[in-house]
């Protein structure tokens, strides 16, 4: 049974033990803030500071999303046989050239809506009413039909989008998905947010 004592014993090892804890946060709390000063803070990073995104582990065919002024962005590794069939969809689209200048940035408007054309970056967001579009691969599903070359389907209202986000005919969208500025900060490192220095 214990007593006062081997309570008040117990106590004394407790706060020894926390005094040296604490010694050790003491010195944490010295080098926080100086690591701090030198990352974005939260509150720039809600209000649109880049993000950089890590491509060197994307295969060919996978999608990677970062989260950037909280907004889902995709990362899409494309082989070159998503690439070919691009360029068969044109008659479908509603804008198969990207004129709509406030889709994406000068450097994207091309064929790949992409400065690489292997890796499209681009917001996940439908240009609809916002919700987010699934990513459909495959090809001629049974629910998208036997024209369908892989692409982004939107369960909200039925959009549909190719792999380079631009939107079908005759879908509520309005408008190719969104291509945010970016730029390679090498071949396997992305930042979104910030223009090429060349553009
Ligand atoms: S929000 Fe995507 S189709 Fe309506």
Redesign the pocket.
Known sequence: MSTVDDVDLGRRRFLTATATVVGGVGVAFVAVPFLKSWSPSERAQAAGAPVEADISKLEEGALMTVEWRGKPVWLLKRSQKMLDDLASLKNNLLDPNSEMASQQPKYAQNATRSIKPEVLVMVGI?T????S?TFRPEIAPADLGPNWKGGFF?P????LFDLAGRVYKG???PSNMEVPAYRYLSDTRVLIGVNPETA
């Open positions: 439908c609809h009413l916002g919700c579009p939107c909200c209202h039925g959009s879908v509520p969208a």
